[in-house]
């Protein structure tokens, strides 16, 4: 048995990663490095993000008639309910739901439209690394 | 190789006839899968036999404020989906209470008639809590089947 395959293998994922940088699945941890790196640029008293300050965000109104609890529930490990639809909707809580916080466009996608809808703008890095910092610290 | 791929698409036409043929027995084809997962990301992903092109097109129009929620779409994305709705709209028009082509399938003349026995408490009950969950009594409309058999009242 030559080492030779063994190493072949162990070279084809970063040579797949290389080809198609784009298709690589991502962490949540990604997406807290990107929106920390932009909070940084936006403010220079910037001290980290608040996973309490995230709970907090996320379970209260701000002015209009949803909170991102609305849909996503109290306790983001358990499924949710959309609030008009009655839809049921995955946990939000990457603990409970691998697929959450893992491709950048619906991570976009939906950030500008509960953004939207909440808060009647767009929500800032500051904000969405909080939530994402509070969502991370929940266990299934 | 020619030959299997002329198989192939000869087998999904008859695939698609028969789909189509389906929707009489109340069950319809929701179309493809962009539809099926963006549409069908808050609400169930409503059959497009159910709405004539001009309301689709208004629809799709104005997603970013789509009954008091935010649901835009990239233009590509939502252009695609789209031609997908109006190739399979409803081809009697119809138009809204207030003017306009009729924008909730709820208020569609053939909804309500199809609706005309369900009792008031039921809409507004926990497990329904609106006319826009059809799957609360349709256990199956996730998949565009709407037929009696998989139809049950919640209590």
Request: glycine share 8%; charged share 25%; net charge positive.
């Amino acid at each position: 048995m030559s080492a030779k395959p063994t190493i072949a293998y162990l070279l084809l994922p970063l040579a797949l990663g290389l080809i198609v940088p784009t298709a690589r699945a991502e962490a949540p941890s990604d997406f807290l490095a990107r929106f920390d790196q932009v909070a940084r640029a936006a403010d220079a008293g910037f001290r980290g993000f608040s996973a309490q300050r995230g709970e907090r965000f996320f379970k209260s109104r701000h002015g209009a008639d949803w909170s991102c609890a609305s849909c996503h529930s109290d306790n983001p490990v358990a499924p949710g309910r959309h609030a008009v639809t009655g839809k049921a909707i995955g946990p939000l809580a990457p603990a409970a739901n691998a697929e959450r916080f893992s491709s950048a466009r619906q991570v976009e996608k939906w950030f500008k439209r509960n953004c939207n809808d909440v808060l009647e703008r767009a929500c800032t890095a500051q904000e969405k690394g909080d939530v994402l910092a509070y969502l991370l610290t929940l266990r299934k | 190789m020619k030959r299997n791929t002329l198989t192939l698409g000869l087998g999904l036409l008859a695939w698609l006839a028969l789909g189509a043929a389906w929707a009489d027995g109340g069950r319809f084809d929701l179309g493809g899968p962009v539809y099926r997962d963006e549409c069908g990301a808050c609400h169930v992903a409503y059959p497009p036999q159910l709405l004539p092109a001009a309301s689709w097109r208004e629809l799709m129009r104005t997603l970013d404020r789509h009954f008091g929620a935010d649901a835009g779409l990239e233009p590509q994305q939502a252009a695609a989906i789209l031609d997908g709705l109006v190739a399979q709209a409803r081809r009697r028009p119809e138009a809204a209470p207030r003017g306009g082509p009729v924008l909730r399938i709820t208020q569609t003349a053939w909804f309500r008639h199809e609706h005309d026995e369900v009792p008031a408490r039921l809409w507004k009950g926990p497990a329904v809590k609106g006319a826009a969950h059809c799957a609360a009594c349709h256990r199956r409309a996730e998949a565009g089947d709407y037929g009696e058999r998989t139809l049950r009242l919640p209590r």
